[in-house]
């Protein structure tokens, strides 16, 4: 069942700005993840956030975790054109993120203007 | 490593056939393979849990005699599409994966139903 939700629906900013995305759940979880997904194509993994942690960076992207809230925000600094695409989190009830099928929320489409 | 192929990749058929999806794992054995549907500008819904060698878990709301999932080998699950109508036209995403902690995405299909 569907029970994310991102917002924005719609991200336009300029290049080098940053990013941001949130999303919120409405079940408990044991971890969450974002994906990004470029039109047409299929999923990039980007990173893996466990229920007990709070804050985990890859790279240019950080993402935040409140349980207590029931949801994330992933942030992307100094954006690039090829960031372009949709973003979506997904979660996860057992406590891997392999075995069980994924919750995905609805998306952010993201656009960097060159 | 990791990799997830979908074949075919972009299939049309006409309205009353049937299409059949393939997923393999390339370079590892996927214990869990997931099937997902992806609607136009819309989020992935999960269909079905497979895992080799028993029957199909599917999500409420999915045909399980419409959507026959075979998931015969550790590296392939294959997902037949059966009496298809137009309202089957969508972005049908696999998923595999050899452990708890990840789960790989194919390519995805497009599937036309005219």
């Known amino acids: 069942s569907q029970q994310g939700e991102e917002d924005p629906q719609a991200l336009s900013i300029q290049e080098g700005e940053n990013a941001t995305m949130n999303c919120s759940y409405k079940?408990?979880?044991?971890?969450l993840q974002w994906y990004r997904q470029n039109s047409g194509r299929g999923l990039v993994h980007l990173i893996l956030i466990r229920s007990n942690e709070r804050e985990k960076h890859s790279g240019r992207l950080r993402v935040t975790l409140d349980t207590s809230k029931k949801s994330s925000s992933l942030l992307i600094t100094a954006s690039r054109a090829a960031d372009t695409a949709s973003y979506f989190c997904a979660t996860s009830t057992y406590s891997g993120g392999g075995a069980d099928g994924l919750t995905f929320g609805k998306g952010t489409h993201l656009i960097i203007q060159p | 490593g990791a990799v997830v192929s979908q074949h075919p990749s972009r299939v049309i058929c006409k309205s009353g056939t049937s299409v059949k999806i393939e997923c393999r794992s390339l370079?590892?054995?996927?214990?869990?393979m997931f099937w997902y549907r992806q609607f136009p500008k819309q989020s992935l819904m999960l269909m079905a849990t497979s895992n080799e060698g028993s029957k199909a878990t599917y999500e409420q709301g999915v045909e399980k005699d419409k959507f026959l999932i075979n998931h015969a080998s550790l590296t392939l699950s294959t997902l037949t599409v059966t009496s298809a109508h137009p309202e089957d036209s969508s972005f049908y995403i696999c998923?595999?994966?050899?452990?708890?902690?990840?789960?790989?995405f194919g390519p995805g299909t497009r599937l036309t139903v005219t």
């Open positions: 079940t408990s979880i044991n971890n």
């Open positions: 998923s595999a994966s050899d452990t708890v902690y990840e789960q790989y």
């Open positions: 370079d590892f054995q996927a214990t869990t």
